[in-house]
């Protein structure tokens, strides 16, 4: 079973025609003595070259690497791995404007929960996908029977699923723990041996891997501990991002970073499930803008952001967008909308706005940085 994993990552690192040139100098392996079938592998680091991170979308999800999105159910997690998979088949660009850098490329999907011609298909057109580029990986086959999937058993089939899909930059696997075998899925040693082999798919085959998982009925527990199964699959997940409902608006969820470890810049987004006016199928509304982070705090077991703080954000930064003004001009301004002196204090931190005496008026002024 463990020999099959290894020559399906091995397969798909021949078949994506990577460096493999170089690796001869990067791994050394020491040839077993007589009798022995293991031996050691080790990576000299001077013959590394150094390389930045590459990201399917920037600053959230890392090519060859494994992201975690965790969240309650009616959240969106399913449909935003679809939107995903619709955005990067037409290189659309991201939520919020963001940039994306990728050619039209194909999504790999594994899905536990949901029928594909009722509900995938219809979300994925109502997405705007190119359906041609989404492949439903839905089993494995043993001579004339079928069987459900299951890791790390079938991860040589999991590599030719992949290399057969082509042009493949995003592995979805919706929810993780319904692929993970019994001991897998609680051990936690068992749980990072099958992790540590994905993320070795993902670097051979250059793709990102996003995986779901419900949360935990422990609503006094920090989210970043409620992702369900092993913590081994938060701790080798190189990011997670999660959804929570806003207070203000129900129909309303917060997509909130909880780890980026690779990322220097994080900040989190909106959306609201709408119906398509086309398409009988929920689709994804995202914001326009991004949320600062400094409205989010993860180290409570609800980390949301308030309408208020983000209506608060926009007023302030249209006010000071011509120039500064007196900081007084700013508070009676506030006051009259309803905006409260906290308030104004955390607007002016999300937009880094600087407090400063003017010099020749002597009072105090701020401005836009």
């Not at 975690?68 to 939520?95: E, H």
């Not at 609680?186 to 419900?214: C, K, P, Y």
């Not at 900040?267 to 949320?291: F, N």
Request: proline share 8%; charged share 20%; aromatic share 6%.
């Amino acid at each position: 079973m463990e020999a099959d994993a290894r020559q399906g990552v091995a397969d798909l690192v021949e078949a994506t025609e990577l460096d493999q040139a170089r690796q001869p100098d990067l791994v050394t392996t020491i040839d077993c003595p007589q009798g022995r079938e293991r031996g050691p592998l080790t990576v000299r680091v001077q013959a590394v070259p150094s390389e930045p991170v590459t990201w399917l979308w920037q600053d959230k999800f890392p090519i060859g690497k494994i992201s975690l999105i965790v969240g309650d159910p009616g959240r969106g997690k399913s449909l935003l791995a679809l939107d995903l998979a619709a955005r990067l088949s037409v290189a659309r660009p991201w939520p919020a404007g963001e940039a994306n850098p990728w050619p039209p490329s194909g999504t790999v999907l594994l899905t536990a929960e949901d029928d594909v011609a009722d509900t995938i298909r219809p979300r994925l057109e109502a997405a705007g996908a190119d359906l041609a580029r989404v492949v439903v990986f839905t089993g494995a086959k043993s001579g004339i029977l079928s069987k459900g999937f299951q890791l790390p058993r079938d991860f040589d089939l999991l590599a030719e699923a992949i290399e057969q899909a082509g042009q493949v930059r995003l592995l979805v696997l919706d929810p993780l723990v319904a692929y993970l075998s019994s001991a897998a899925a609680t051990n936690n040693a068992a749980v990072r041996a099958v992790m540590a082999t994905l993320q070795d798919l993902a670097q051979a085959g250059h793709f990102a891997v996003v995986a779901i998982s419900h949360l935990t009925k422990s609503p006094a527990a920090s989210p970043i501990y409620r992702a369900m199964g092993s913590l081994g699959l938060v701790a080798a997940s190189r990011a997670v991002w999660s959804l929570w409902p806003d207070l203000d608006d129900p129909k309303r969820t917060y997509f909130i970073p909880l780890k980026c470890n690779l990322s220097p810049s994080l900040t989190a987004l909106a959306y609201q499930i709408a119906k398509h006016p086309d398409i009988d199928a929920p689709w994804l509304v995202w914001d326009p803008e991004p949320i600062p982070l400094t409205l989010v705090s993860t180290s409570t077991a609800n980390p949301l952001p308030r309408v208020v703080d983000q209506q608060c954000i926009g007023w302030l930064r249209d006010l000071l967008k011509d120039g500064p003004l007196p900081a007084g001009t700013i508070d009676e301004q506030a006051g009259e909308r309803g905006f409260g002196r906290n308030l104004v204090r955390r607007a002016k931190a999300a937009l880094d706005v600087h407090t400063s005496l003017d010099e020749y008026g002597g009072k105090w002024v701020c401005r836009l940085p």
